[in-house]
């Protein structure tokens, strides 16, 4: 008897855990007047809620707009830097000009021509671009060479650089302009002069 009382027991303690408890169910004002105030609350509520998406809504937009024009200045003077450090080596070349105009003196002239132009690959490299030559005789690599001509020769192995007509550039490790060179080829094969004696006895 114990046992069925202690089975009777266990089954109404799961029946009442499985029933929905009084107090935590969602209750509703009994009254009309109620009703009607908690409606005029939701509403206050919902206005509320709604003003605060416009506010966050225009805060938006408006940062959107002071990127843009950020964005925008960024770009426009983004190279100011670079343009002030350049300077110096167009008025370097003036100078040079100037001179050439009233001086015989060629090999100074060349000199200081030389010099600006170290100055100015110097400060260059700065701002990452570089500038690498070609050695003759290396292999042609299309990633950072461009052919622009063919040459016959048997000094190179066919396929490899012969000759540079332009320098190559790259902008952080990135080529930005391939050096142009010209690139071996085998010379072409000439008849043997067996061969044309051949040729003559046959006619």
Do not use: C, W
């Amino acid at each position: 008897m114990m046992e069925v009382k202690e089975a009777q027991g266990g089954g109404q303690e799961a029946q009442e855990a499985q029933e929905p408890r009084q107090e935590e169910q969602e209750t509703y004002p009994e009254s009309r007047e109620e009703l009607i105030a908690l409606i005029k609350q939701k509403e206050e509520e919902a206005k509320q809620y709604r003003d605060q998406m416009l506010r966050y809504a225009a805060e938006i937009e408006n940062l959107k707009k002071v990127f843009k024009r950020e964005k925008e200045e960024y770009f426009k003077y983004a190279l100011e830097t670079f343009m002030r450090e350049l300077l110096p080596f167009v008025d370097n070349l003036e100078r040079a000009l100037e001179a050439a105009r009233k001086s015989q003196d060629v090999e100074a002239l060349i000199e200081g021509i030389e010099l600006t132009l170290k100055g100015l690959l110097q400060t260059l490299e700065k701002f990452g671009l570089k500038q690498f030559e070609v050695a003759i005789g290396e292999a042609f690599r299309p990633e950072v060479h461009e052919a622009l001509a063919v040459e016959e020769t048997e000094e190179h192995p066919e396929g490899a650089v012969v000759r540079t007509f332009q320098k190559g550039y790259t902008l952080h490790e990135r080529v930005i302009r391939p050096a142009l060179v010209a690139v071996a080829k085998k010379p072409a094969q000439k008849e043997t002069s067996g061969d044309q004696t051949s040729g003559e006895n046959q006619n």
